[in-house]
């Protein structure tokens, strides 16, 4: 950059610098406050961003950006999922495949997304979830594999579609069986999904 | 400065819904935050509407807050994309209007000035704010964040979620672009690959560019 070039740029940024100033109030905390109430709470994070979040660590945020590499996608319907009165029956969701039936298959150089999709007549504060994964497959987050077999969270369902995906790989081909469990209004719901990983 | 444990405390009192901590947590940004807003607000009387708006986003996502970032970092980086999205939502609708001086919003002349010279100052910011706002959102982030609000090239990539280099790269080309808009000159068309849309979209637009190297 020759003298001049410089000598401009320097010029702009201490124009620049003189912006920083703070602006007039105004009534901005105020009408600030007004807004954050009317706002009501924070919204509950997603149960898959605390399994990220609580295996992070440190780890460069890489996923889903890169990490996955090909999604593919399994649906586990819940239905009538509700929170009040329990004494209903909750699911009627398709009964497990046997090991033969495979629901997804995925090579073994790829990334599968499982989407489980909560589908729930009614709101429901409050719902736990566990999925747990057979030896061979890992949950995927932050661009690797986690050191987790199991992972259970609470959170609340809206009616109609809750769509939660989950990564996960398979080391070796082979079928396995994923089981998530969904706990509401005092009824449990197991689901099987069998996913294949084949070579390549 | 707030100190760590007692962040933690009111990180962990505003998200279970108290307006009080968050507003103790947010209070030593306003003013930045109302800044950076001004970039990209139609115009300064639309800045505080819009800084608000984004503090309310900050508050309701304030659960997805995991000490992963300094919370100034998670603060300023939920902040931007609110901009951001609000920047590219009017896109469509944006006409094409002179951004007037509101009557309340410049700033008047300290009375240790003569008001003539305060005049000619505010005049001036305005000028320089109006300029800012003519640059590509990605351009004019990286030169109100580091260039105003003097945050660092680490910070600003944080924030931004893109490498040191592209910031700098962002803010050479940015300042560029500002001289001629404040000489006078009609801004050229920034590269389809750093203006284009879409490119808001930080994953997106970091994404391309690791893959164009």
Do not use: C
């Amino acid at each position: 950059m020759s003298e001049l070039g410089e000598a401009e740029e320097r010029e702009l940024r201490e124009q620049l610098a003189a912006l920083r100033e703070d602006p007039p109030e105004l009534g901005f905390q105020a009408s600030l406050h007004r807004r954050l109430v009317a706002a009501g709470a924070p919204e509950p994070a997603s149960g898959w961003d605390r399994v990220r979040s609580f295996l992070r660590r440190g780890a460069p945020v890489l996923w889903p950006a890169v990490g996955v590499a090909a999604g593919v996608a399994a649906f586990l319907v819940m239905s009538t999922v509700q929170q009040q009165p329990p004494a209903q029956p909750l699911a009627t969701a398709e009964a497990p495949r046997p090991l033969t039936e495979p629901g997804t298959v995925v090579p073994a150089s790829k990334v599968a997304v499982i989407k489980l999709d909560f589908t729930a007549d009614v709101a429901v504060e409050q719902a736990d979830f566990q999925v747990s994964l057979p030896e061979g497959l890992t949950f995927w987050a932050d661009g690797e594999d986690l050191p987790l077999r199991s992972f259970g969270w609470t959170q609340p369902l809206n009616e109609g579609s809750n769509v939660i995906p989950i990564a996960v790989r398979g080391h070796k081909p082979g079928r396995y069986l994923v089981t998530a469990f969904a706990r509401a209004g005092g009824q449990t719901i197991e689901h099987d999904v069998v996913l294949e990983v084949t070579d390549g | 400065m707030i100190e760590n444990d007692e962040l933690r405390a009111l990180v962990a009192e505003a998200q279970d819904g108290s307006v009080r901590a968050f507003e103790i947590l947010v209070s030593s940004h306003l003013a930045q935050v109302r800044r950076f807003a001004r970039a990209f607000a139609r115009s300064d009387a639309d800045a505080d509407d819009l800084a608000q708006e984004a503090l309310v986003k900050v508050y309701k996502s304030l659960r997805s807050f995991r000490f992963q970032s300094t919370f100034k970092t998670w603060l300023y980086s939920v902040a931007r994309n609110a901009f951001l999205d609000t920047t590219r939502s009017r896109a469509g609708r944006e006409r094409s209007q002179e951004d007037p001086l509101p009557e309340n919003h410049a700033q008047l002349p300290s009375s240790t000035e003569p008001a003539d010279e305060g005049l000619a100052r505010a005049e001036e910011r305005q000028r320089i704010w109006r300029a800012l706002r003519e640059l590509p959102p990605e351009f004019r982030t990286a030169v109100v964040l580091f260039d105003v609000e003097g945050h660092t090239y680490e910070e600003v990539a944080a924030i931004e979620g893109v490498p040191v280099g592209t910031v700098k790269s962002r803010l050479s080309r940015g300042r560029v672009l500002l001289r001629a808009l404040l000489a006078g000159e009609r801004a050229p068309e920034a590269p389809a690959s750093e203006s284009g849309a879409g490119t808001y979209d930080t994953a997106v637009s970091s994404h391309v560019r690791r893959s164009e190297k």
